[in-house]
């Protein structure tokens, strides 16, 4: 799914995460490393607009174009999100 050309991937931040997708599966023995390629992208943070030097967040987005407010601790934020369990704050907040 992650190679597949004709599946766009959308989200925001995304190219950030498919370099650390891509960085983590380089490391894996013997894995291949263009099975950690992540194909069209679509970064929402990147068309959204905000300044050069500091993209629009999912927050922030969400805020505008749903008028929803998405409430995000640092500490989620920052939580393990390669857990193979995510907790209920986790997966609410996905």
Known sequence: VLADPSIIKAGVGIDD???EVYRWGKQQNGADEQAWEIRSRFDLAAVAGGTA???MGLRQLTSIVLNVDLPKSRKLA???WGARRLSD???AYA
């Open 78 to 80: 920052m939580s393990n």
């Open 53 to 55: 030097g500091r993209r």
């Open 89 to 91: 704050r986790q997966v």
């Open 17 to 19: 995460d498919a370099l």
